[in-house]
Each structure stands twice: as C-alpha cells, then as structure tokens.
C-alpha cells in the first residue's frame, strides 16, 4: 500500500469517527430529557418506558434490512438517507406537543435511521482484517466519549426548555449530514447486483441459532445483552 493510499485510509476513517461522534453526542443529549418530555404530554412510567422502546424495536428489524441496502447502493447515498431521518426525527421530538408527535419521532429515527449500523459497514469495508478489530475498538472509545459529553449538554440545555436539547441534536445531526455529504467518499467498491429479502435477512433465526450453539460466542451475547440491558435501564430512569 502506497503512502498516498493510507493517507486516504486515514482520512476516511478519521471522517467516520467524526461523523459516530456527533452521532453519539446529539443522541446521547435527548435520551435523558425525552422521559421529562413525555411526562409533560401526560404519559405515566410505563407509557414513558414503551416510547423509549420504540426506537430499539423498529431498529431490531430496519438495521438488517438498511445493511442490506447499502451493499446493493452504497454506504454513503445510505448512510445519508438515515442521517436526514434522525434530524427529522429530532426535529419532531423539539416541537412535540402532544404524545403522536413524540412517538412519531421514534418510529421515524427507529426506522430509518440506521445511521451506527451502515458507518460500522463502512469500516469494515476501508480496514483490512488485520487492524479490523482495532479500528471497531477506537469506534467503541468515539461511542463513549459522545456519551460523555451529550447527557451534559442535554442536561444544560433542559434548564432552558425541553426542545432545546432536540433542536442541539438535530443541528448535531445536520452537521454530521454535511461532515459525509461534502468529506466522505464511498466505500464500497463492489456493490450487489441484485436486490433481495428473505425471511432470514431480516430476522436471522438460522444464524441465531448457529451462534448459540457456540459456547464462546453464547457467552459473549449474553455479556453484551446483560450490559445493554443494564445500560438502558439505568438511562431510562
């Protein structure tokens, strides 16, 4: 590989950093805030709870059919469309005022805003399998600094008005369209020339199945759910 060439293979992983970082940081500022908001539309904790489901449920089925997607369009044309859906969606969320607005928030953003899942695929394509594994731990370090910082942002801009923290997120998000619109070229190279779903692409029970059969990799799901679960239920309270 030239000198030239890791210069590009920097520049572009440095740019996908950026990008998940404000990602991160505008999602992280709402997450805290949007449990305020919905008790203010008069939804009781369990109301409160199902909302800040939404989001995860749609994102079960949308994120393998987006992955599927972009191996057919590209990375970039894909990670813009879902980057535009999560500034909607914060959009929403900042003049909500009634309870349809709020969910209709989540639906959009859970939906279509896939936004993690084509910037992961994006690394894999840019990264060879030797430094894969380093490159997807330095995106774990940009996720947790944008945790860092967004609930503090988000707990500062609440003091002003619910909205603010949204309307700081979707202009987060806006940056974040920009960063890839103008600095991000695409990443995929060869693209698929057909286009299909099955059943199993979008629910993957076989490869469920196959993964659990591993001790190792068993062991290692169970980990990461406990976390995720643990997680999202200290965030939501």
């Known amino acids: ?74 990375r970039k044309p894909l ?16 003049i909500a005022s009634n309870v349809w607005i709020l969910v209709a928030a989540r639906l959009v953003d ?9 910037a992961q695929a994006y690394i894999s394509d840019v990264t060879t399998p030797k430094y894969r594994t380093k490159m997807f731990g330095y995106s774990s370090a940009v996720f947790g600094a944008g945790l860092i910082f967004g609930p503090v942002i988000g707990g500062i801009l609440s003091t002003i008005n619910y909205s603010v923290p949204m309307f700081f997120a979707a202009g987060v998000s806006l940056l974040s369209i920009m960063l890839v619109l103008i600095f991000l070229p695409e990443s ?14 979008i629910i993957p029970i076989k490869e469920t199945k196959q993964f659990f059969k591993s001790v190792k990799i068993r062991g290692i799901l169970m980990v990461f759910f406990i976390y995720s679960f643990g997680f999202f239920l200290f965030i939501s309270t």
């Open 1 to 74: 590989m030239s000198k030239d060439q890791d210069k590009n293979f920097d520049k572009r992983l440095l740019i996908i950093f950026l990008i998940l970082f404000t990602e991160v940081l505008g999602f992280s500022s709402v997450m805290a805030i949007i449990p305020y908001l919905a008790d203010d539309l008069g939804l009781n904790e369990f109301q409160i709870g199902l909302v800040l489901s939404i989001f995860s449920i749609c994102q079960l089925f949308a994120s393998p059919i987006t992955g599927k997607l972009s191996d057919k369009y590209g």
């Open 79 to 94: 990670l813009l469309f879902s980057q535009t859906s999560t500034f909607i969606g914060f959009f929403l969320l900042g």
């Open 110 to 118: 859970g939906l279509l805003g896939s936004n993690m899942t084509v």
């Open 188 to 201: 995929l190279n060869k693209k698929e020339t057909k286009l299909e779903f099955k059943f199993g692409d």
